[in-house]
């Protein structure tokens, strides 16, 4: 890799034009666009504003007019950065190799850096990203009330009497987004090794995400089944932080560099051959780690092997030689299925064929294709709430794709489109189940050693407040 290509290292450089400070996006690399256009007609803003400054190749340009000293950092600038999904569907476009995810993100880290920001602003987010999301606990300490809104029938009670209907759209919108019935999150429940079942053939080191730990926990707990029975033993350190995307994401990238040190530091202290995650953006930031650490003698080496051994957990099981043979159909009937992909799997791993695989060892389930089945579905990260109407529009488009099929269940791999689709299909009022592709192929026995990770802490499929199966036009 040569130097204009080490494009997500800490950037030392002082002053390019109007950048200044650290990660001072590469100029070779903002060179690299041709202006062919080639990545247009794959962007979800331009197709929806059908103006050049929200496509790839505008948000290249404006990078470097900024660079060449033309632009200065104004509003409009940030506001054309923080427009971008950071959906990466671009980069699989582009024939000349350009990395808009990286020039974004820079972009972003210059913004939080040098530019004046409403001080509301400034604080909201010096609190998400400057301190919540550094540590489990405190995100989880957030997360707490939510638990008791849900459990104590408050949630119920004001549905009931239509106040939900009198807060602005973007709150309902957050409101509707958490998955009923939340428990204990699962970095609490489950054991710290999970012995394999029968012979084992590899030690995995789970990373157990903040959003699937918190909100998912019958996926989770698919999760350490399905490795069980796979002859593997699962070892999750709990002490686990953030993998550090949404604070990249958001131009904090240096508490996402102390985040990424303490896991490499974590997951290196283990004696494991793989890592896995059920997270797909997850999966995509640690596999980054390598080249960020690049020019970091201390933690190269390091972020290399945390790099080299991480698998999204389909990409996983797809390869895997023992994977565990699904012999129980998932539901009481045969069922038409669908496969959303998650931009980070698709776009930014590369990683298209493993979950179709996948899905088609699954007993009674007929796949079909999914029109734009790897155009964003308008989560990406806090862009669902920060730009509530372009999300939406997205997630509209999403939803009459997935509507023309017919299919009975809709099936993902990332937290964030999980609880984004979720929330489209009881929008649409659609007779449809949406699942992390994983629950598919949880026999349901749990896990060895007699410690059946939080089977009692499972995530209802029953209404947690009627105990009834929940219908479409439930909220
Ligand atoms: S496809 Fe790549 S090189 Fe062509 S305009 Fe888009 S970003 Fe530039
Ligand atoms: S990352 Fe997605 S939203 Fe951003 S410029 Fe590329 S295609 Fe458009």
Sequence with gaps: MNSSQNSRKENQSLKHGYFEGVNIPDYERILNCIRCGMCLPHCPTYRELK???????????????????????????????????????????????????????SARSQVEQNMRRNPIVRLLKDFLFGWLFLRHWRLEMAAFPLRIYQRSGLQKLLHGVGFMKLLPKRLQFMEALAPRGLTTPFRHTLPDVVPARGEEKARVGYFLGCMMSMMFNKTTNAT????????????TPKAIRCCGAPLLSEGYKKKAIELMRFNIDLFDKLDVDYIVTDCAACAAACKEYEEIFEDDPAYREKAKRFSGKMREITEFLAEWPH????????????????????????????????????????????????????????????????H????????????????????????????????????????????????????????????????????ENLQSDKCPTCGKTPRPECQ
């Excluded at 940030?78 to 971008?84: D, F, H, R, V």
């Excluded at 350490?224 to 070892?235: D, E, F, G, P, Q």
């Excluded at 999300?391 to 017919?406: Q, V």
Aim: glycine share 8%; charged share 25%.
């Design 51 to 105: 103006v050049e400054r929200a496509s790839p190749r505008g948000r290249a340009a404006l990078v470097r007019s900024v660079a060449d000293g033309r632009l200065e950092l104004t509003r409009n600038f940030a506001e054309q950065m923080y427009l971008c999904l950071d959906c990466r569907a671009c980069e699989t476009a582009c024939p000349s190799g350009v990395r808009i995810g990286y020039l974004i993100e």
């Design 224 to 235: 350490v089944n399905v490795l069980n029975r796979s002859a593997c033993t699962v070892v």
């Design 323 to 386: 994977a565990a043979k699904v012999e129980k159909q998932p539901f009481d009937s045969p069922k038409k299925v669908i496969y959303d992909e998650p931009c980070h799997l698709c776009h930014a791993q590369q990683v298209w064929k493993q979950p179709k695989q996948v899905i088609r060892r699954v007993p009674g389930v007929d796949l079909v294709d999914l029109p734009e089945s790897e155009w964003c579905c308008g989560s990406a990260g806090v862009y669902n709430v920060t």
């Design 388 to 455: 509530y109407d372009m999300a939406m529009k997205i997630l509209d488009r999403k939803m009459d794709n997935i509507e023309s099929t017919g299919a009975d269940v809709v099936l993902t791999c990332n937290p964030g489109c999980l609880l984004q689709l979720d929330y489209g299909v009881r929008e649409k009022k659609l007779p449809m189940e949406v699942k992390h592709i994983v629950e598919l192929l949880d026999d349901g026995t749990g896990f060895t050693n007699g410690q059946v990770g939080g089977k």
